[in-house]
């Protein structure tokens, strides 16, 4: 190995530190135990003669979680199968949400320091994202100490209580997925999230709260990409630390009206003959009223501040009947792995200073399970 150098990189931030490497007697030693977190590690193999370095397969790395001492134990025991998790909570003066949760909203606890709303996909179980964050929680031993709150959104045609919410389901900006008001109120489905983070944050409810993570995963993921834009609670309570995670979205909301010039990486130009392409939901023209609380300014600076992790399965590149398929949709990408590392270029390009992240899973495709389950997903949504 004479004349070779070899370190680990975070394989989504070259910028990352190295951790020492070793050779000994023609065998490579190389620990992850001075890495800085888990997550996802390539190996570069650089030469000392100053040629360009070459990289190893992507590695998934994960440090064992430390054991948690400093919290109390839980009053009651997680509730841990959808079933028997669900709850009515009073959203809007009367106005009622289907939520499933590990614990009730409305007990003091002090177990919990960790709030996680995961937003369901275009089918509305909300259940079963329920059963799958549940399971990513029990995998890493953070399920005691996590109130993990899946609502669901009802459409027309779902079985539903009178004084129970009901949204849109495909109409552009004003579905639920995007934002839109319910029909009976203006009352946008991201106020919903809103009202939830407020009630859990609400003082002396849960007083050791210290995180709050929003991840959705495809139309969920829709859900939480614009959301990060256009909510201000996170404004309301600076004492917590706030993740915004979409998995997998069909399509993403872009800060200007640039796009990825097809078959490169970081060239970017205004897309032909394709009308629309910079409305709301892929743009910031025709947005809807609650996302025009909010200027154009300060969407895009709310959002390049804020800690947003893109998780994007490596396996999900199948044009398949949920993908949108229009041309502003086509404009990001061909599939939603495509536009996940296209949305992500544009950022590095131009919103130097944003403190997002790409997590590119190995193996999975269009899966909720598979990304909530997988080491790097775990490793952000249940740090050390």
């Not at 190995?1 to 989504?12: N, T």
């Not at 007697?25 to 190389?30: P, T």
């Not at 939480?224 to 309570?237: I, M």
């Not at 409305?279 to 501040?305: E, P």
């Amino acid at each position: 190995y004479g004349g070779w150098i070899f370190s680990w990189e975070e394989a989504d931030s070259p910028d990352a530190a190295y951790s020492e490497v070793g050779v000994t007697s023609n065998v490579l030693n190389i620990s992850p135990a001075k890495l800085s977190d888990s997550g996802f590690y390539r190996l570069k193999i650089q030469p000392d003669q100053g040629r360009s370095p070459f990289y190893s397969e992507t590695v998934q790395v994960a440090v064992s979680p430390r054991p948690v001492t400093s919290l109390p134990a839980p009053l009651t025991p997680p509730c841990e199968v959808a079933n028997a998790c669900r709850e009515y909570a009073d959203i809007k003066n009367g106005s009622m949400m289907l939520l499933y949760r590990t614990y009730t909203l409305e007990t003091v606890n002090p177990a919990i320091d960790h709030l996680v709303i995961v937003l369901h996909g275009t089918d509305r179980d909300g259940d079963n994202y329920f059963n799958r964050m549940v399971a990513s929680a029990k995998l890493s031993n953070h399920l005691a100490r996590t109130l993990i709150v899946a609502p669901s959104f009802k459409v027309a045609g779902d079985p539903r209580l009178a004084n129970e919410l009901e949204w849109l389901q495909n109409s552009g900006g004003n579905s639920w997925k995007r934002g839109g008001d319910a029909k009976s109120m203006a009352f946008s489905s991201f106020e919903v999230v809103d009202s939830l983070v407020e009630r859990v944050a609400a003082p002396n409810r849960f007083p050791n709260l210290k995180r709050v993570t929003i991840i959705g995963h495809s139309a969920g993921g829709q859900f939480v990409q614009r959301y990060a834009a256009g909510t201000r609670v996170d404004r309301l309570y600076p004492q917590l630390d706030f993740t915004f995670a979409p998995a997998n979205p069909s399509s993403f909301m872009y800060l200007n009206d640039l796009r990825l010039v097809p078959e490169t990486t970081n060239q970017f130009a205004k897309p032909a003959n394709c009308a629309g392409y910079n409305d709301y939901i892929y743009g910031l023209n025709n947005r809807n009223r609650y996302m025009n609380l909010v200027s154009s300014t300060d969407l895009v600076q709310n959002y390049i501040a804020r800690k947003v992790v893109y998780f994007q399965g490596q396996s999900d590149i199948v044009r398949d009947s949920n993908l949108d398929t229009t041309c502003a949709a086509d404009a990001q990408g061909l599939n939603r792995y495509a536009r996940g590392l296209a949305y992500f270029s544009k950022m590095q390009t131009y919103f130097a200073g944003h403190k997002h992240r790409l997590v590119s899973v190995p193996g999975v495709g269009h899966s909720s399970s598979g990304i909530f389950s997988s080491v790097g997903a775990r490793s952000i949504l249940w740090p050390n």
